[in-house]
């Protein structure tokens, strides 16, 4: 289409085609519009939900396993304080990020009117896009999921469901740095809670009533239900590293890490076996 002296490519991006002036007052206009943007989405709307989770669900397991049960009222309070506001700092940047515009150029706005209120010089090339007939401002790139084009997309992101572009882009630097806080704080907490059940010497104090609390009785030959019994023991006492000896098997090796050791298939293979040969390791 060429008309007044300036030609119109249909392309997806490359060059400007509004003025550095004219760009700046349409971001400027757009960002004092005060309405909400969600994309409806089906696996956005899955992932955001599932970022929710995640997060709530370690701020439940930091809050009330790891510092509640804590015995120190200082350490559970500035530690629950700290993890709490970081968890509540990336939740609301997550919330920015989805419910912002990214910067959407405005829907159909290649028009003949529109073209010539640009006052272009002649010779001037200017870009739309074919998919939503915008004219295209640099550095704009169509996205197929918001099914627009975005002012400085730089990608969309399933876990905000959103285009991440020129007018939510610092919430979303924000949102990361938040999580990635709170990830090496919960990770800091698990290595304080791990330093504490060693301290007391594996007694269990820690991991009583857990899983864990079961595995430790057990390698302290004792185990659960005689824990809770409170049996009195009837047989020879070991010290701790006989009884990971007795669990794991003879001397330190990688068998006491390799789950496949001692496994046999070589029955399976005989006619009198019911489910096959079996596999020794």
């Known amino acids: 289409m060429q ?14 085609l509004l003025g550095q002036e004219e760009e700046l007052a349409h971001g400027a206009s757009a960002r004092i519009v005060d309405r909400v943007w969600f994309i409806q989405d089906g696996c956005g709307m899955i992932c955001a939900v599932l970022t929710w989770f995640l997060v709530l669900y370690a701020d439940f397991v930091v809050t009330f396993v790891m510092l509640l049960p804590s015995k120190s009222f200082w ?8 993890f709490n506001g970081l968890a509540l700092l990336a939740l609301a940047s997550h ?4 419910l912002t515009d990214p910067g959407a150029v405005p829907k159909g706005n290649a028009t003949k009117e529109y073209m010539d209120s640009l006052q272009l010089k002649p010779g001037d090339v200017i870009y739309k896009c ?14 197929s999921i918001c099914k627009r084009c975005i002012r400085k997309m730089d990608h969309h992101c399933p876990w905000v469901n959103n285009c991440v572009g020129e007018n939510n882009q610092r919430f979303f630097v924000l949102f990361t ?3 990635a806080l709170i990830s090496i704080y919960a990770l800091g907490l698990s290595g304080m809670q791990f330093f504490i059940c060693v301290k007391v010497q594996w007694n269990g104090t820690c991991l009583r009533d ?16 005689e824990r809770l019994k409170n049996e009195k023991p ?3 006492r070991r010290t701790r590293w006989e009884g990971m000896r007795a669990v794991f098997g003879g001397q330190p090796s990688l068998r006491w890490i ?20 079996e596999l020794a390791v």
């Open 95 to 98: 919330l920015r990020t989805m």
């Open 234 to 236: 009837t047989w020879e």
């Open 75 to 82: 350490y559970s309070l500035v530690n629950g304080v700290a």
């Open 177 to 179: 740095m938040y999580i």
């Open 130 to 143: 074919p998919k939503c007939c915008s004219i295209k401002p640099e550095r704009a790139h169509h996205c």
């Open 3 to 16: 008309s007044s002296g300036h030609r119109l490519h249909d392309m997806e991006q490359h060059r400007p």
């Open 210 to 225: 857990s899983a864990g609390g079961d595995a430790v009785q057990s390698v302290r030959n004792e185990t659960e239900i």
């Open 258 to 277: 390799n789950p496949f050791a001692g496994l046999r298939l070589r029955r399976l293979f005989t006619p009198h076996s019911r489910w096959g040969p």
